[in-house]
């Protein structure tokens, strides 16, 4: 089976280091970026092709030079159209089936806009614009608890007072479809079980507490049923996310940022692992930043950046029925050919 492949990532951030210490994951791996980056006395082999073979515990590295060295903890500008054009190569390879999916390294936007007027939110939204500007949503999936624990927020950065009016029936039932697929599709559950939670504290309570729950919600929700979908709620947050709870449904979609990603970054902090939802590819991503602080100091833990691996790999073992006939439902989205755009 193809490598999962590591993105560099913001060169002066923890990314560089962390990828040999990637390699206790056991997942096949190559690394994407310039090997100047790599910390010193690293075992590295660079390769020409992304399934080439290396020695034993080397980095099999997938050269793309930069415009100079990079210093720990001090981004620099100058690098910003290399770490944009590592995300597309990247991508390249995952569409054409060189590699079985992507683990992306955290950027930082700021020397993206400030170096190559980066245009987009994040690492997300430039995906989803190389893959043809497909619909997305973004699940944390927690790798350390059980009963799993794995959020979908139908709304992301946005203030909380614009939660309210972004919190569209569109948006619910996009989020809840792209869940729905993904759970078929790249975590094998055949029928999934999906928890909505309400808007308002208690869910509204009956309308005391506000209408979106009875308004918008619940009409959803019915509709989506008839279809066959397995669907609870709209259910109180404050209840959802407890062992017993989170045993009765295998994702939750959530309102806003933080009622999704408070729980699952309580329950597992070092564990959890963005992935986009949507994608014709498969993209994870540790639950953390560039970490400047520590960057160069050998302090960065790898704990996020393996199960982020892992992940992308279990992803990639439970699509291969795909190629055997399996359909992907309706909804799954990421279904449209790709097109390439300069950021």
Request: hydrophobic letters at 45%; proline letters at 11%; glycine letters at 10%.
């Amino acid at each position: 089976m193809a490598r999962i492949l590591l993105t560099c990532g913001e060169p002066a951030g923890v990314g560089p280091e962390l990828a040999p210490l990637a390699l206790a994951s056991g997942v096949d791996l190559v690394w994407l970026g310039d090997p100047r980056h790599l910390p010193p006395g690293c075992a590295m082999t660079v390769v020409a092709d992304p399934s080439d073979p290396v020695p034993p515990g080397h980095l099999p590295v997938l050269r793309h030079d930069f415009s100079g060295p990079a210093t720990p903890g001090r981004p620099d500008p100058s690098h910003a159209a290399d770490v944009i054009a590592v995300i597309a190569r990247a991508v390249d390879l995952a569409i054409s089936g060189r590699v079985a999916g992507i683990t992306t390294a955290p950027i930082n936007k700021q020397a993206l806009k400030e170096g190559a007027g980066f245009a987009f939110p994040g690492h997300t939204e430039y995906l989803a614009h190389l893959a043809g500007d497909v619909p997305v949503a973004m699940m944390l999936a927690s790798t350390t608890v059980t009963p799993p624990c794995r959020v979908v927020p139908a709304t992301i950065h946005i203030p909380l007072s614009d939660v309210p009016a972004a919190l569209t029936p569109a948006a619910l039932e996009q989020a809840i479809r792209l869940t729905h697929a993904a759970l078929i599709r790249d975590f094998a559950i055949e029928s999934p079980r999906i928890a909505v939670a309400g808007l308002n504290p208690h869910a509204g309570e009956g309308g005391t507490m506000g209408r979106t729950e009875l308004d918008m919600i619940v009409p959803l929700l019915t509709r989506l049923r008839a279809e066959g979908m397995d669907l609870t709620g709209p259910l109180p947050a404050d209840t959802m996310f407890h062992a017993p709870a989170r045993a009765g449904y295998d994702a939750a979609i959530c309102a806003y940022h933080d009622q999704a990603l408070i729980p699952i970054k309580t329950l597992d902090f070092a564990g959890g692992v963005n992935v986009t939802l949507g994608l014709p590819f498969i993209r994870t991503s540790p639950d953390h930043g560039t970490a400047f602080d520590i960057a160069g100091k050998r302090l960065a833990d790898p704990a996020s950046t393996i199960a982020a691996l892992t992940m992308a790999r279990q992803m990639a073992n439970a699509r291969q029925p795909l190629h055997l006939g399996r359909n992907i439902p309706r909804g799954s989205g990421g279904v449209k050919p790709p097109v390439r755009h300069q950021p």
